[in-house]
C-alpha cells in the first residue's frame, strides 16, 4: 500500500511518517466481512482521530457507504478542488449527484476541519511555493511549450508527497 500510494494518507494525504497510520477497510468489516482482506477495500491511512477512517467510523456515521468518493476506483479530483487556504470544496462544474457525493465525503471524513489539517495543507503549499518564489512569476514569460514541460515535471516531481493534490491544484 505505502508502494501505491506514498507514505501518505488515502484521504487526507498527510505523511504517515508524521501521523501514524493503520489499514483502513474503505467498506467497514462488520458491515462487509467477506471484503476484509480484498486488496481493493484496502486503504493506507493516518492515524489521525480527528479526520479520515478513524473519524468516519466513528465520527462521521451514520452514512452510506456509496455515498462516499471510493479513492481505489474513482478519482477524488473529478468531485473536489484544494483552495490555497487548505480548503477542500466541491470542484466546479459537477452534476448534483458528484456535488452530493464530494459533500458527504468531506463530512464523513472530516477533510475540511477548521485546524490542522487545513493548515497542514495551506503550509506544504506555501512550502513549496518558498522554494522558488520567483519561478512563477517567471514562468507567464516563457513560451507556452516550455512552462507546459516545467509544470509536467513539477507535478511528476511532487506526485508522492505529503498533500501533493494541493500543489497540484495550485500549479
Not at 501514524?20 to 467497514?28: A, L, Q, S, V
Not at 477533510?111 to 506544504?124: D, K, P, S, T, V
Request: charged content about 30%; overall charge negative.
Amino acid at each position: 500500500l505505502a508502494s501505491m500510494q506514498g507514505e501518505r494518507c488515502a484521504y487526507c494525504e498527510a505523511s504517515i511518517d508524521d501521523m501514524g497510520y493503520h489499514i483502513e477497510h474503505f467498506r467497514r468489516k462488520h458491515h462487509f466481512p467477506h471484503l476484509t482482506f480484498t486488496w481493493s477495500n484496502l486503504l493506507l491511512c493516518c492515524g489521525k482521530d480527528d479526520c479520515c477512517g478513524h473519524f468516519k467510523d466513528r465520527g462521521g456515521s451514520p452514512y452510506n457507504i456509496n455515498d462516499l468518493i471510493d479513492p481505489t476506483n474513482e478519482d477524488p479530483d473529478d468531485f473536489l478542488w484544494f483552495h490555497e487556504s487548505g480548503v477542500v470544496d466541491v470542484r466546479g462544474g459537477c452534476d448534483a449527484l458528484k456535488t452530493q457525493r464530494a459533500r458527504e465525503t468531506l463530512r464523513v471524513l472530516n477533510l475540511n476541519e477548521r485546524g490542522r489539517l487545513r493548515q497542514m495543507r495551506a503550509r506544504q503549499l506555501q512550502w513549496y511555493k518558498d522554494m522558488a518564489p520567483d519561478v512563477f512569476q517567471e514562468l507567464m514569460g516563457w513560451p507556452p511549450d516550455d512552462r507546459r514541460e516545467y509544470i509536467r515535471t513539477e507535478l511528476a516531481e511532487t506526485a508522492m508527497q505529503p498533500f501533493c493534490t494541493i500543489i497540484r491544484h495550485f500549479l
